[in-house]
Each structure stands twice: as structure tokens, then as C-alpha cells.
């Protein structure tokens, strides 16, 4: 089970304080649905603005964020 925490931050969703390939891992899970985010985990994977649900562009834009090209906005 991941930990529990309460400040979000986008793209950690481990919980670590980092972003690192294992959020990516975690959410390229829950969007081929072998594992689903819930509660924090869910909500730091929402990395579009305009969007409340998670999929692929999230995946695609937390797979930029951690090779550099484009960082997280939110």
C-alpha cells in the first residue's frame, strides 16, 4: 500500500517527495487498469488542468516531466 499524505504534489504519486520513473510506473498502471489510484495518489495524477479524470496524456505529460522535456505546470 502507498502512504498517506496531505500536501499534494503533482507527478509523486509514492509519496516520496520526488517524481521518479516508479510515479511513472504507478500510473501507467491505473491508466491499463492492473491498478487503481485512489484518494491522494489519484489526485497527484492529474496533471491536466482542465481535466478530472486520468489517462494517457497524464502518463504522457509525468513521462516528460521525468526525461526533462517539459515540466509539470500545475
Do not use: F
Request: with cysteine; net charge negative; hydrophobic share 45%.
Amino acid at each position: 500500500a502507498l502512504p498517506i499524505c496531505l500536501i499534494v504534489k503533482y507527478g509523486d504519486l509514492d509519496c516520496d517527495g520526488t517524481v521518479t520513473i516508479i510515479d511513472l510506473a504507478l500510473l501507467k498502471r491505473h491508466v491499463i487498469g492492473t491498478s487503481l489510484l485512489t484518494d491522494y495518489t489519484l489526485e497527484a495524477a492529474k496533471l491536466q488542468t482542465n481535466e478530472d479524470e486520468v489517462s494517457i496524456i497524464d502518463l504522457a505529460l509525468l513521462k516528460r516531466h521525468i526525461i526533462g522535456t517539459e515540466l509539470i505546470k500545475i
